[in-house]
T-cell receptor
């Protein structure tokens, strides 16, 4: 059975800290892994990762995929209170997006 | 990026009535639309996948007669919650894809349904 496991489930850090969120997966017919940020409403897209070892960056956020060890990490440096959200890892299977349970990140001022 | 508009944003209805939620892709043709449900502090659960002009494919455990999905055009899909009950109260989100996975699917703003 396909599964995606995110860790930690919840994380509280101080502003300025760097955080690393983890996503491990076991998926047949894996195509891509996606990261989303969800605040109060619908998720907003962060990254799509298809190839192993290639880091994607967007400002203070970066992500990389390891297809051999079956995991991805999402890094946020110099965190700000606006980074507080649930971060969702998802994979594409049979043209559907299946979500993990998410990591709830809270940044203290 | 592409825009997906979901309407209404929130709705309160009486138990036993039906509620229709619309999902529109505003600037691209969505060959595939997905409907998700999210309970408080939980992740998004895929309910069904709809392809334009075809019957929706429902995930295991989702009642197709309760959650009617129509995808009559390349820009519009609707989800109708029939004979709603309080346990149907949830956050419903649609996403739309042009069918190529070189880009991500785009999400609507979500609809918060409260059944009283």
């Amino acid at each position: 059975e396909d599964k995606v496991v995110q860790s930690p489930l919840s994380l509280v850090v101080h502003e300025g800290d760097t955080v690393t969120l983890n996503c491990s997966y076991e998926v047949t017919n894996f195509r891509s892994l996606l990261w989303y940020k969800q605040e109060k409403k619908a998720p907003t897209f962060l990254f799509m990762l298809t190839s192993s070892g290639i880091e994607k960056k967007s400002g203070r956020l970066s992500s990389i995929l390891d297809k051999k060890e079956l995991f991805s990490i999402l890094n946020i440096t110099a965190t700000q209170t606006g980074d507080s959200a649930v971060y969702l890892c998802a994979f594409i299977r049979d043209d559907k997006i299946i979500f993990g349970k998410g990591t709830r990140l809270h940044i203290l001022p | 990026g592409a825009v997906v508009s979901q309407h209404p944003s929130w709705v309160i209805c009486k138990s036993g009535t039906s509620v229709k939620i619309e999902c529109r892709s505003l600037d691209f043709q969505a060959t595939t639309m997905f409907w998700y449900r999210q309970f408080p502090k939980q992740s998004l659960m895929l309910m069904a996948t709809s392809n334009e002009g075809s019957k929706a494919t429902y995930e295991q455990g989702v009642e197709k007669d309760k959650f009617l999905i129509n995808h009559a055009s390349l820009t519009l899909s609707t989800l109708t919650v029939t004979s709603a009950h309080p346990e149907d109260s949830s956050f419903y989100i649609c996403s739309a894809s042009s069918g190529t996975w070189n880009t991500e699917a785009f999400f609507g703003q979500g609809t918060r349904l409260t059944v009283v």
